[in-house]
């Protein structure tokens, strides 16, 4: 059975679409099989991330009211045989989204894929607690300032209540994805340090991914950072943080801080 991951976050604009095509993609080049799936009813994006906009034919509110099979609404990415996308609808709102619904489909999803990543709308309405619901892990991905560290605060608290595993007395695991962040900024004391934010939320760090163009410019040519320059630092961010997923021990470094002995490292544990 496939692992349930919700990328999520309090605050809009902080990277979780970027970040779950590039853990998506990152994980399918790997060798594993990966569907990322849209839940941001309205106001869906994946597809252009993942440069599948004009190859959608049915969504996830189709597969959910009846109107087409799962086979029918996944798209294969063209460049990895093992990434998948389940779109959102585009124009139906998050009413049409139901608890059943999502059940059967995630459900569905776990028989044939390793990976499902679910990409959660921001906020704390119904869309959000839909996308976490059936988590068995979260991504928290959060900026280096204060009302992000704020919201991402608040959706830990909802995962601790409003998913299955809480119902059933269990705790969702819970990584922080610190996204934007730029060390010379850090260290003029323009945006938070990555030890202040590990200190107020208090999760294992997943992985820093640094302020770059490079995500940008992957995002306007319709490819994952992690396809479109496999390279650039980014790119390397979310492919340490895609092996830490897997479950592979590596310490997390802060990008463009300078290596070597005094160079800062984070163990996954640190919290």
């Known amino acids: ?11 809009g604009g902080v990277g979780k679409t970027t970040s779950t095509a590039a853990l998506g993609a990152a994980l399918a080049q790997r060798g594993e099989r990966v569907a990322v799936v849209d839940f941001d009813v309205g106001l869906r994006n ?46 139906r709102d998050k009413d049409n989204l139901t608890a059943e619904g999502v059940d059967a489909v995630i459900t569905e999803l776990k028989r044939y894929f390793d990976w499902i990543i679910c990409d959660s709308p921001a906020g704390i309405e119904r869309g959000a607690t839909l996308a976490m619901r059936h988590a068995d892990t ?41 996204t934007r962040y730029d060390i010379n900024r850090a260290q003029r004391g323009d945006m938070l340090k990555v030890e202040d934010v590990l200190e107020i939320l208090s999760i294992p760090l997943l992985g820093i991914v640094p302020e770059s163009m490079d995500v940008l410019k992957a995002s306007n040519v319709g490819a994952p950072v992690t396809l479109a320059d496999p390279r650039s630092v980014p790119a390397q961010a979310y492919f340490e943080a895609a092996q830490r997923l897997a479950g592979e021990d590596i310490p997390v470094t802060i990008p463009g801080e300078k290596r070597g002995l005094f160079g800062k490292m984070f163990s996954r544990r640190a919290a």
């Not at 059975?1 to 605050?11: A, D, E, N, R």
């Not at 996830?60 to 990895?80: M, P």
């Not at 959706?155 to 595993?165: A, R, V």
Request: glycine residues 6%.
């Open 1 to 11: 059975m496939g692992k349930v991951i919700v990328v999520t976050s309090g605050k």
């Open 46 to 91: 994946l597809d252009l991330v993942m440069g599948a906009e004009r190859r959608v034919v049915y969504d996830l509110v189709n597969v959910i009211q009846g109107d087409a099979k799962l086979q029918q609404a996944l798209i294969r990415d063209k460049r990895l045989e093992t990434l998948f996308l389940l779109p959102a609808s585009q124009t």
């Open 138 to 178: 979260a991504v928290i991905v959060t900026n280096p300032e204060v009302s992000s560290v704020r919201d991402s605060d608040r959706i830990i608290g909802l995962l601790d209540s409003k998913t299955l595993k809480a119902e059933r007395g269990e705790r969702v695991e819970k990584h922080l994805l610190l």
